[in-house]
């Protein structure tokens, strides 16, 4: 049983996308549900931290991947041979970052936890100023571990699978100082859910295949492309296509719906349901037969604890690249390099003699940790003074 604390726990993540936020969360609820008298806070450092930092992490990273990718796969992997001690210049790790310096003192944590490269890094410049020392944790929501993130002292590393444990162990890392808890997700995900009676609920036709179409938080450019791919399947389809909160690719989305549905009667063709940014995602997923998506690390998370067979379409270069790796190394997954390769795959799971369904199925739930958010929850109310 969990001793009662008055633990002062601070979260800092960064909104880039929402995987880091909705890690933090995570985090949050299993602490406030394990031990109700633990004070949390989370902060979101991005407008918090200088104007400089903020450009060249931020804006910066945001216009690379979106209008020059292979500069940043080039700059990506060059820092794998070529890392510093920082992901960012240390002046602006050290200076002009006042206003968060304050948030942080005003809240005097016992611990901090980060769940992002940057507040991990501003995390040991911040504590020079506070007094005790709180304790830090680093939380990594990637399938894979850049060396930058084991070159600041810390109190655990906590990661997604052994597999990364044993990374930080061979850059440096005392084993003891890595705990391979999973990545913290909502603990909403792991709850069975009638899937009947959501299909009834929401439309949908049991007897058909669902493929459930997500591009993150803000909808990555190529669902279209995927839309009108998984449209010329023979075998008829049920698509669910979330644009979240980007509406030009939602926009695009129903021109396609209403443009397909003019055609004909869809009794024996494939229907197309288009939506916006949603919160029932536990939902959508507990419908779905195969989820094709961009391999981020708190969606492909969430989708391992469904059992869902995942195709990865467009990863961010980089960071992403390297989560599709690790995936289709454990036989979760299956990259779609080409949109000619979509098609083949999704039949290749739903042939009725197929046994690579029931595989990928298999695989994702051994990779599974439903529990990541409370078992790293513990170990803060245990294990910290």
Partial sequence: MTAKTSKRILILTATLGSGHLRAAEAIQSALQFLDPACVTKIVDIKPLISPFLRFFNFHGYEFLIEHASAVWR????SSWVRHGKYAAPS??????????LREVKSFAPDVIVSTQINC???SYF???????LPQRLAVITDYDVHPVWSKLPCDLWVVAHPDLAKQLVELGLDRLETAAFGIPIDLVFKKPLDRAGLMARMGLNPDRRTILLMGGSVGFGELHRVVNELLKSKVPLQILAIAAKNERVRAQLEQIRLAWEGVGPLADRSVLHVFGFVKNVPEFMSVADCFITKPGGLATSEALVKKLPMLFVNPIAGHEERNSDFFVRHGAAVSIRELSELLPAIESLFQPESHTRMEMNRAAWNLAKPNAAVDLAEWILHHTP
């Fill in 74 to 77: 080039w700059l990506y992997r």
């Fill in 91 to 100: 002046f602006l790790l050290k200076h002009g970052n006042s206003r968060l």
């Fill in 120 to 122: 991990h890094e501003l």
């Fill in 126 to 132: 911040l504590c020079f100023h506070l007094a005790p």
